[in-house]
């Protein structure tokens, strides 16, 4: 599969693609305008087989990651990257709706700071202005959403001076967004992916409705421990 395929494949048969193929994220650059859509172009690539961890078969992007073929037999597939950078073996530039990341309690990198007070934050819109949603790598932070019409009103905080479980605890019993400042957030966090150090939230416009994944990692994503669609409805493993 190319990369060019694959990025089809995300919204034409996003279930099966993020129950199988690994997706590392990288985080949207540049300016971020609260409580609108910020739009970020990227573009999915295979990841290269010569980096550590490549799977014996050497072809493009195989890192060890399998899934089960038609026979029940064991098939070498793709690691993929989603990135704003032109890399090896990419596909053309992908219209997303970037969300940043912000700090809990924290000046940290010069991102926003919330001083502790999840309960008024600003959102990242999410709608019909582009096909995919991207945000940063998830490393003990919390990923929180509520729908808005057809669209998503997005935020990912970092837990810059709070324990990584205790945010998602907060996030989810106290997070609101000033516009919205009745309505519970539903969140990924911590505890979600405690298995694990690492995990990426990724959205999909699929058949024109918005749905959330989220994958696992104990290896930077050359492989995937869990996968899960976490948005519309119940958490679902995949």
């Known amino acids: 599969m190319t990369a060019t395929e694959a990025a089809a494949r995300m919204l034409t048969h996003p279930d099966d693609f993020f129950k199988s193929y690994p997706v590392m994220m990288a ?16 573009r999915l690539s295979k990841k290269d087989p010569g980096m550590a961890g490549a799977a014996p078969d050497q072809k493009v992007g195989h890192f060890g990651a399998t899934r089960k073929g038609l026979f029940g037999q064991t098939l070498n597939i793709s690691s993929f990257k989603m990135d704003e950078q032109v890399l090896p073996n990419c596909s053309g530039p992908l219209t997303t709706h970037g969300v940043p990341m912000v700090n809990y309690n924290s000046a940290k990198d010069g991102k926003v700071n919330l001083l502790g007070d999840v309960t008024a934050m600003d959102h990242y819109v999410v709608d019909a202005g582009a096909n995919y949603m991207t945000t940063g790598l998830l490393t003990g932070c919390c990923f929180a959403w509520t ?12 837990p810059e001076g709070i324990d990584s479980v205790m945010l998602q605890t907060t996030m989810a019993t106290h997070g609101r967004f000033a516009a919205a400042p009745h309505t519970p957030l539903a969140t990924f966090g911590r505890p979600d992916y405690a298995g694990a150090p690492y995990a990426i939230v990724i959205g999909v416009k699929h058949s024109g409705t918005w749905q959330l994944y989220a994958q696992t990692s104990t290896n930077q994503f050359k492989t995937i421990n869990g996968a899960w669609r976490i948005h519309p409805g119940a958490v679902t493993r995949l």
């Open 27 to 42: 985080g949207g650059t540049g300016a971020w305008v609260p409580n609108t859509a910020n739009v970020k172009m990227y």
């Open 147 to 158: 729908a808005n019409g057809g669209g998503l009103w997005c935020i990912h905080v970092r």
